[in-house]
């Protein structure tokens, strides 16, 4: 063990290199725990490199003038780490001298409550830890504060050898799961514990630590394999002997309704993975994490490094964190490790999609085209689909109904299925936004739920908005293929219109704000892939349902091909199946994880990515013949048969991707150029082309060209109140335009 804690704190300190201070003969102070500039509760784990021939019975460590040497221990060769405890709020310096060597360590720490780097705290905030259910089946209880804030409490649980039933403990199960008995006393074992047998070859009992509380308002719990018998309190020293030092970050789900509340269920419980557990795979989780209550995924990335930070300040630095989540679980995943370069270590996920704006900007389009074709009568169905991309017109008015993610408006339902203003019903009526009778209430957006990011228009206190589609020529492929006509596809465009700040039709273009469009490509809340994940392994075990129900296959093909254009047109960080058939691609996806973690040569984390991918994880499908076959196939993106896996599982597009847009379906706000009739397959009458001209007289989309105000994600980017990397910073300026 003494060996492996060293190895581990090592590989952390190289992986924290640039949080190194300056030093003089050799002395060097590290923090392992997180970025010394943005400590929270303060508590850091600190790690001191001694000068060569320096003995450590001569170092001294003092902590904003305090002496806490007491708390410093050995970890390896001229090596010592310590939890510091007791930091003020704001800059302090940690100390350290030995010998005639001496280091000094600028910190600066933050409330447990937050915010670090997401901005001004969102209002109204809903608490809700009287409703989070625990493991034994009691709740947190009545909020401590104005903040949400709640008691820390641990339990104890554990796998049964008889029978266990199904019911779950707390009624709901939403934060609990089927496998376990509480323990009844930790000073005991049950005599009908079950033991399991942890990737690291340990046998110990199935008994599992859950650890909850509150942290960045959200409320949060980590779970461990733990013996409450003989493993002693937890340090970073002294981790539980069942901890296979692997970590996994969970981010639940959804999106609709995830506006101003704390989250009575964290959408994914901790304890839900049974298997992972029983291998001793510790996870953490925020019920801010979780999409359904909170639809931010930079406030998600905040959040995640709280947590991971106090992860580790309680059991120790990991061999290596894993992102793993669906659905709007997925984009937050792959968000964060983009988003914040050596947060996470790799992404596994399954219901893609890139970001939230890609659903909700493809949801914008496709409502506008229903709205029109049901203004416009003189489309078929079949041409109305041609038009979508999507399958079918299911699929079609299922992908216009999750424009409700941009839709402030309370019960406007002019398509079939449509729901307005999603809201939890936990967010009291009076708190709403209403055009008509509560023009100050709180608006149910992806765009407000990130205000801080888009900055707000100081005229009616909404957030900024991207949706633009200035240029966009709707249906360009549908004509090329003689699917419409010219005139349907001119009066289309002509007909179209927008969309205004309330999500209400407008017979012009929308024009999406600069500054917010340009902001949000440095946020990663439109994910750019270039920053986290162009050096981490990506495992996209994919499941998509092209006939409706909005989980499509495009969304995957657009994630892999952000990959791809991060990376000079390679995608071997990623690997993408069709279907899924047992255990088989999590247990590649793990031998590439520990390949990569053991690797401590100094050789680019990319490089050692590629070098260490398993031969056998390929991308591709499985034929769910019996027995199921997995078959390898570079996967193109294709709606027809042109190779195994796309016969197998053709995948159809969007509408900005049937008017000429990429692929990447990255671009907020396209650059324009004068109309070309190079661009259209069909015969045009000089009369036509003279109509398109007045139809788009700016000029029409270049696709071939990067997005207006396209641009790479600012790596650990703060909004607030953070003075590192500061973007932006609501209240003041709140622009319009940049």
């Known amino acids: 063990m003494k060996l492996l804690l060293t190895a581990l704190f090592v590989t952390a300190a190289i992986a924290t290199a640039t949080l190194q201070t300056p030093s ?34 001569t170092l001294t460590v003092t902590a904003a003038g305090r002496n806490v040497t007491s708390a410093f221990q050995s970890t390896g060769r001229q090596t010592m780490a310590g939890l510091v405890t007791g930091l003020p709020l704001g800059a302090s310096t940690i100390d350290a001298r030995a010998g005639a060597a001496s280091a000094r360590l600028p910190v600066t720490s933050y409330p447990v409550t937050g915010p670090v ?52 403990p707390g009624g709901s199960g939403r934060n609990t799961a089927p496998w376990y008995t509480p323990l009844p006393d930790p000073r005991t074992l049950p005599a009908d514990v079950a033991s399991t047998t942890t990737t690291d070859g340990r046998s110990v009992p199935f008994i599992v630590r859950v650890e909850t509380g509150t942290m960045n308002r959200g409320i949060y719990q980590n779970a461990i394999l733990f013996d409450p018998t003989t493993d002693p309190a937890p340090t970073p020293f002294t981790p539980p002997r069942g901890w296979n030092r692997r970590l996994l970050a969970v981010h639940g789900s959804g ?87 050596g947060l996470i270590d790799g992404v596994e996920i399954r219901a893609t999609f890139p970001d939230a704006l890609a659903i ?41 109904n999750q424009s409700q993610r941009t839709d402030p408006v309370p019960l406007r339902t002019d398509i079939e299925g449509y729901q307005s203003a999603r809201w939890n019903a936990a967010v009291p009526a009076a708190l709403r936004y209403d055009p008509a009778h509560a023009r100050g209430g709180a608006r149910p957006t992806v765009f407000d739920a990130a205000r801080n990011v888009y900055g707000v228009n100081p005229d009616t206190g909404a957030a900024l908005r991207v949706f633009d589609n200035t240029g966009v020529q709707y249906g360009l492929a549908a004509l ?14 002509a007909g179209i219109g927008g969309l205004d700040q309330d999500a209400n039709y407008t017979p012009t273009r929308a024009a999406g704000d600069a500054g917010a469009i340009h902001r949000a490509y440095q946020a990663g809340l439109m994910l750019g892939a270039n920053g986290g994940l162009r050096s981490i392994p990506i495992f996209d075990n994919a499941t998509s349902n092209e006939t409706g129900g909005y989980h499509y296959g495009w969304f995957h093909f657009a994630l892999r ?12 960080s990623m690997v993408m199946w069709r279907s899924t058939a047992g255990n088989r691609g999590r247990e590649l996806f793990d031998e590439w994880m520990t390949a990569i973690a053991a690797d401590t040569s100094t050789r680019p984390a990319r490089e050692k990515m590629r070098a260490h991918r398993p031969a056998a994880l390929t991308s591709g499908c499985y034929d769910r013949a019996t027995p199921p076959a997995f078959v390898a196939d570079p996967l193109p993106f294709a709606s027809g048969p042109v190779s195994p896996c796309s016969t197998l599982y053709p995948v159809y597009a969007a509408p900005r991707l049937v008017a000429g847009g990429p692929l990447a379906a990255d671009v907020l706000k396209c650059q324009l150029k004068p109309v070309d009739a190079r661009d259209y397959t069909v015969p045009m009458s000089a009369a036509d082309r003279a109509r398109l001209a007045t139809i ?19 790596p650990w980017a703060s909004f607030g109140p953070s003075p590192v990397n500061l973007v932006f910073q609501l209240p003041s300026p709140q622009v319009r335009s940049r």
């Open 24 to 57: 003089s003969a050799g002395l060097a102070l590290t923090t392992l725990s997180t970025d010394a500039s943005r400590v929270t509760g303060g508590d850091v784990l600190v790690q001191v490199r001694l000068p060569e021939g320096t003995s450590p019975e």
């Open 360 to 400: 909700a900007m493809s949801g914008s389009d496709a409502h506008l085209l229903t709205h029109y074709f049901v203004s416009h009568p003189g489309f078929s169905e079949a041409q109305q689909v041609a038009v979508s991309g999507y399958h079918g017109m299911r699929a079609f008015i299922d992908a216009a």
């Open 561 to 572: 091909e952000r990959v791809r254009r991060a990376n000079g047109g390679n995608d071997d």
């Open 117 to 168: 780097i997401s901005g001004p705290w969102q209002q109204p905030f809903v608490c809700q830890t009287d409703a989070f259910a625990l493991p034994d089946g009691t709740t947190l209880g009545a909020p401590l504060d104005t903040n949400c804030s709640a008691r820390t409490v641990v339990h104890y649980v554990y796998k049964s050898t008889r029978t266990v039933s199904t019911a779950v």
């Open 480 to 493: 090329n293929s003689g699917s419409i006509t010219v005139q349907q596809f001119l009066d289309l465009n």
């Open 696 to 714: 788009f007289p700016g000029g029409v989309c270049d696709w071939q060209k990067p997005g207006r105000e396209q641009t790479p994600v600012v």
């Open 255 to 341: 999106c609709p309704g995830g506006w101003y509340i704390q989250g009575a269920a964290l959408g994914v419980s901790v304890l839900a993975d049974e298997s992972r557990l029983a291998q001793g795979y510790a996870v953490f989780n925020n019920t801010l994490n979780h999409p359904t209550n909170s639809c931010n995924a930079f406030l998600a990335g905040e959040t995640t490094m709280m947590g991971k930070e106090h992860f580790i300040e309680e059991f120790g630095v990991p061999l290596y964190t894993i992102s793993y989540g669906g659905s709007g679980g997925a984009y937050t995943s792959l968000q964060v490790a983009d988003a914040f370069p």
